[in-house]
């Protein structure tokens, strides 16, 4: 590129793009499901714009960490401590004692700009169910750019003095050796994958090398530019969290945002488009408005307890816009002025205004989360369900959980959160027939089918053997081949054949979510096809935003709370729920071999759903977290509907038996 860089519109109506996908994709509109894609484009401009400044400066001999360094502060900081200020008064007031010193620790690392260090050491994936209720998760991305800041210009301007030419050259490598680590290291460690510099460096290295290409006008710049604009979003539309990020599939979304600066010429129509003054605008305040945005979400859902229709969806976006506009216009663009604040006065601020919030953070995660707050009845809901909140160690809540999710799961996400390899085999009482014990049931699904074992073991008793093929995140599904490297076909081939060998009396089918009518018959009828006496499909279970303990809090400040409640139930669930039993209703098929058993039916009424199994003398919930039954509530529910069937079955077998 030339030696002077002016400034270009479009490249703010690239941000604007960027941040509304992402700010899209967190408010849960489906349609922008790689919305988080935002963040690649942010990495390579991100690239091209320091690298630009930097090698400018270093080229005219007048370059100045000092300098550098100076500029980065006041255009990251002000804004993120006014946002971090905010959050944090308002974590203390609506967050729980579980989620408040989660945010301590999230608050904490990041003033030690090590925000995605500290959430892929926790194994805290982007796409986890608690990260939507997480205020900080998003500066995750800061954290990579602060890491980029503190050692790129260093390199780049060493570099310059001893190998000026190969300047290219050793940023194409490094580019090169960072997306073949991603690529390498997303398959086996995809959290940290997702969030550390070492796989991320390659997208902002590809910005670099840009912005050291000499840029040349081409007839044909329009044309490109306008298919890497459509390539860009179609990827941002089509892309899902089942998509390897980062790796070579991302290949394609940010050499598009790489064309797409490249030819994005002022006299071509994409540039135009992106020159927008709406574009603009909001490509102006996109720094502030992805800070707000996720707070708010958050604090959206915690305070309706609700996921949030449409209305609030866009209410969250229009208040983060708001927010974002006051926040660059009375804290970003007065810091910038150094007329205003001196170097040595925004160094000062700025180790001041960490150090407090690292303390404050730290103190807050230190205390558990100021749980003096509490009640007792909502201290002793706390100390119960702790570690379930935090995603930890729900399963091991109780020895039936525990031991079975251990043996009888393939693969276990909260045993190897970074691995989505499966076991290579189960524990043999899991699969293997046991020709002493009469009867025979297979629990085969997901970690919701996991969560009914305890609860259908007491049931049923020991005349009844229970086998068990479960893995987390992974519906069920009839497969005739396995792929050791597709965990979820994987374990699927492998319950196929379990079903074809054990040949059991009953099967229990049980997921999260992905309940369809359209899923469901095919798989129905080919078990029966199998000789199985009844298949018993379970619904979804009630889901709670952020999850059942928070919400048995809330409940117990007021004595006596009520048992039954509608908020923060996820009505998707409960829609769900009816129009997959109105549908099976009509097969015929279900009316004899096959039953559908609706945990909504058995644990709400009227719209509203149980919390509470008991208080005393201790409270026990009907959900570890947002949705995964526990010991007691998956006893009772055993007990009032899969124990009959398996009764009925029982008289069957039996009457089959002694039939001449």
């Known amino acids: 590129m030339s030696q002077s860089m002016t400034y270009r519109p479009e490249v703010d109506g690239l941000r604007a793009v960027a941040v509304l996908a992402v700010v899209l994709s967190h408010a849960g509109f489906e349609w922008m499901a790689g919305g988080y894609l935002g963040v690649d484009v942010f990495f390579v401009i991100s690239g091209y714009l320091i690298t630009s400044i930097v090698h400018r400066q270093v080229v005219e001999g007048r370059f100045s960490l000092h300098d550098f360094y100076d500029r980065r502060l006041r255009r990251i900081l002000p804004a993120l401590v006014a946002v971090c200020l905010v959050t944090s008064v308002a974590s203390v007031v609506i967050l729980p004692p579980t989620h408040l010193a989660m945010y301590g620790r999230n608050l904490a690392s990041v003033f030690l700009f090590a925000s995605n260090i500290q959430l892929s050491m926790t194994g805290q994936g982007y796409f986890a169910p608690g990260a939507a209720y997480q205020p900080l998760q998003h500066t995750w991305s800061l954290a990579v750019e602060e890491q980029f800041y503190l050692f790129f210009p260093i390199a780049l301007f060493l570099i310059h003095r001893v190998a000026k030419a190969r300047i290219s050259m050793l940023l194409f490598l490094g580019a090169a050796m960072s997306l073949g680590l991603a690529q390498f ?112 979400f958050v604090f959206t859902k915690m305070a309706t307890g609700t996921h949030g229709d449409v209305g609030t969806k866009v209410g969250s976006i229009l208040l983060s816009l708001g927010l974002a506009w006051m926040s660059w216009k009375w804290v970003e663009q007065p810091f910038r002025n150094r007329a205003w604040l001196s170097r040595h006065q925004i160094y000062g601020c700025s180790f001041v205004g960490s150090v407090l919030f690292l303390v404050f953070g730290l103190w807050v995660h230190h205390q558990e989360g100021l749980k003096q707050r509490l009640n007792p009845l909502q201290r002793a809901i706390h100390d119960t369900y702790r570690e379930a909140r935090e995603g930890l160690a729900y399963w091991k809540q109780d020895q039936w959980y525990q031991a079975n999710r251990e043996d009888c799961n393939f693969y276990d996400h909260l045993n190897a959160p970074d691995s989505p390899l499966p076991r290579d085999s189960l524990t043999p009482s899991c699969y293997q027939r046991d020709p002493i014990k009469p009867f025979c049931l297979l629990l085969w699904g997901d970690s919701h089918a996991t969560a009914l074992s305890g609860g259908i073991r007491l049931a049923l008793g020991e005349h009844w053997q229970i086998l068990q093929v479960t893995t987390s995140a992974c519906s069920p599904q009839l497969v005739a081949s396995s792929d050791p490297n597709d965990r979820c076909r994987f374990a699927n081939a492998f319950a196929t054949e379990v079903l074809r060998e054990a040949q059991p009396d009953v099967v229990v089918l049980a997921q999260a979510e992905g309940h369809s009518d359209t899923i469901f018959k095919p798989l129905i009828e080919g078990i029966l096809a199998r000789g199985v006496q009844r298949v018993l499909l379970v619904g979804p279970a009630p889901e709670w935003v952020p999850d059942c303990p928070s919400i048995a809090i809330r409940l117990a400040a007021q004595i006596p709370p009520d048992e039954r409640t509608s908020l923060g139930l996820n009505l998707q669930r409960v829609k769900a729920d009816a129009m997959l039993a109105s549908h099976l209703k009509a097969t015929k098929e279900l009316s004899t071999r096959s039953r559908y058993l609706s945990l909504m039916d058995y644990f709400c009424s009227q719209g509203k759903c149980q919390v509470y199994m008991a208080k005393d003398p201790k409270p026990i919930l009907t959900a570890h977290d947002y949705g995964h039954l526990t010991l007691e509530a998956a006893s009772a529910f055993a007990l009032d509907r899969i124990l009959p069937e398996c009764a009925e079955v029982e008289g069957k077998v039996s009457q089959k038996s002694t039939t001449p």
């Not at 995809?190 to 290295?205: G, I, K, N, Q």
């Not at 599939?249 to 945002?257: H, K």
Request: aromatic share 12%; with cysteine.
């Open 185 to 296: 290291w997303v398959s086996s460690h995809p959290t940290s994958a997702y969030y550390l510099l070492p796989f991320r460096a390659w997208e902002l290295l590809l910005g670099s090398m840009l912005a050291l290409t000499p840029s040349k006008p081409s007839p044909k710049d329009g044309l490109w530019g306008f298919w890497s604009l459509a390539i860009l979003l179609g990827c941002m539309m089509g892309f899902s969290e089942q998509t390897p990020t980062p790796s070579l599939v991302t290949l394609l979304p940010v050499f598009a945002t790489t064309a797409l600066l490249a030819t994005a010429k002022p006299h071509t129509l994409v540039a135009r488009i992106l020159s927008a003054k709406i574009l603009v605008s909001v490509g102006l305040v996109s720094y502030s408005l992805y800070l707000w945005h996720q707070p708010v």
